[in-house]
Structure formats: structure tokens, C-alpha cells
T-cell receptor, first 113, second 111 residues
Framework: KAGVTQTPRYLIKTRGQQVTLSCSPI?????VSWYQQTPGQGLQFLFE???????NKGNFPGRFSGRQFSNSRSEMNVSTLELGDSALYLC????????????FGQGTRLTVV | SQELEQSPQSLIVQEGKNLTINCTSS?????LYWYKQKYGEGLIFLMM?????EEKSHEKITAKLDEKKQQSSLHITASQPSHAGIYLC???????????FGQGTTLQVKP
């Protein structure tokens, strides 16, 4: 059974640009959550989607957005990139909320220059 | 202060020794997750605990959730170099599916 797949693995973007990251959950899983990991702040929750609906949102500015498609694949978008957006972005897949086993992908390393 | 506190922050042990990592919450834990991470990579799922008093084991790793569901411990028996990495506890404190994480424990195992 394939795991959680995140693409791309690495990205370098310039300040002011926008970026879209993709996450394909484990087959059968309908919930996808996104997290940002930085050395200073650790792992922080961005948002969670279930059945194409955003169920929870973390404390991030509106530049961070996401969506989920009918096949449960999810994308997150960051607009007007800032240097501080450089981070490892991780998505987690679970069967259904709230408390079920959550499996993470390898992450997308975003560097903003 | 952090909602989820892990201790110790780092640990160096000799191969073959046992060790314990603790995770303490200021709120009731609806679900407690343990993950392992190699630097810069994704999180590897180890275990999830839900019920007070629950204990789970996988190979040489055992995790427990205390009766009051506010603290968990991860115990590694007879550590090996392959156990080295960053151990993270994550918790659902609102029964929402949103996880908060501790700051992580970096484990080094010396051969």
C-alpha cells in the first residue's frame, strides 16, 4: 500500500512569488492535514480537510490556503512568499477525524530567497 | 510555555542501554501520537494511544498513556544505533483531529 506522497520534494522560490504544494493521501484515507516545521517554531498546524471541506485552521495568515479534491488529494498554496515561509511542509493522512492514526509524507522543503 | 512539553530535549546513550522520553500536556489528551523523524525528513508513525492506562509496544519501543490522560512516556529497551533520531509526541487536546507537537527529543545512540 503506497504511503503519503508529497510533491515536489524541494522548491526554491523568490520573495513575492506564490507556490502550490501537493499531497496524495494513503488510499482510502479521507482526511488530510498540513503542518509547517521550522527550527524556531517546531511543527505547527496549518489546516485540515475532510471530504473536501476545511474542518480546522491554524493561526497562519490568509496567504496560506488549501483545498481538497474529490479523490482526497490536497493542495496548499502560499501567495506572496516571504523569507520566513522557508520551512519543511508536511502533510498527514488519516482515515477520518478526529482521533485516528495519522501518517505523514516525506515533506516538501521550501526555500524562499 | 508549550502546551506539550517533552523531556529531555536531547539524550545520548550507549548502545544496549534503556531510555525513556516523556511527554506532558496541560490539557486532557484525546489522542497521543509518537513519531520518529530523521532530520529534514518526514515523520514515521510509531504509535497512537487513546485510552487512559493504555500501553502499546512495537519491537523494542513501548509507549504508555497515564490514567489521567495528561502524560505519556516512550521507553526504548536495549537501544541500537538505528533508534537514533528525533522523537516527537503529538496530541489532540480537543478531539478535533488537529495535532499539537512537542519540541522533540533528539536521541543519539553510541555504538
Amino acid at each position: 500500500k503506497a504511503g503519503v506522497t508529497q510533491t515536489p520534494r524541494y522548491l526554491i522560490k523568490t520573495r513575492g512569488q506564490q507556490v502550490t504544494l501537493s499531497c496524495s493521501p494513503i488510499s482510502g484515507h479521507r482526511s488530510v492535514s498540513w503542518y509547517q516545521q521550522t527550527p524556531g517554531q517546531g511543527l505547527q498546524f496549518l489546516f485540515e480537510y475532510f471530504s473536501e471541506t476545511q474542518r480546522n485552521k491554524g493561526n497562519f495568515p490568509g496567504r496560506f490556503s488549501g483545498r481538497q479534491f474529490s479523490n482526497s488529494r490536497s493542495e496548499m498554496n502560499v501567495s506572496t512568499l516571504e523569507l520566513g515561509d522557508s520551512a519543511l511542509y508536511l502533510c498527514a493522512s488519516s482515515w477520518a477525524p478526529p482521533v485516528t492514526e495519522a501518517f505523514f509524507g516525506q515533506g516538501t522543503r521550501l526555500t524562499v530567497v | 510555555s508549550q502546551e506539550l512539553e517533552q523531556s529531555p530535549q536531547s539524550l545520548i546513550v550507549q548502545e544496549g542501554k534503556n531510555l525513556t522520553i516523556n511527554c506532558t500536556s496541560s490539557k486532557t489528551l484525546y489522542g497521543l501520537y509518537w513519531y520518529k523523524q530523521k532530520y529534514g525528513e518526514g515523520l514515521i508513525f510509531l504509535m497512537m494511544l487513546q485510552k487512559g492506562g493504555e500501553e502499546k509496544s512495537h519491537e523494542k519501543i513501548t509507549a504508555k498513556l497515564d490514567e489521567k490522560k495528561q502524560q505519556s512516556s516512550l521507553h526504548i529497551t536495549a537501544s541500537q544505533p538505528s533508534h537514533a533520531g528525533i522523537y516527537l509526541c503529538g496530541a489532540d487536546t480537543g478531539n478535533t483531529g488537529k495535532l499539537i507537537f512537542g519540541q522533540g527529543t533528539t536521541l543519539q545512540v553510541k555504538p
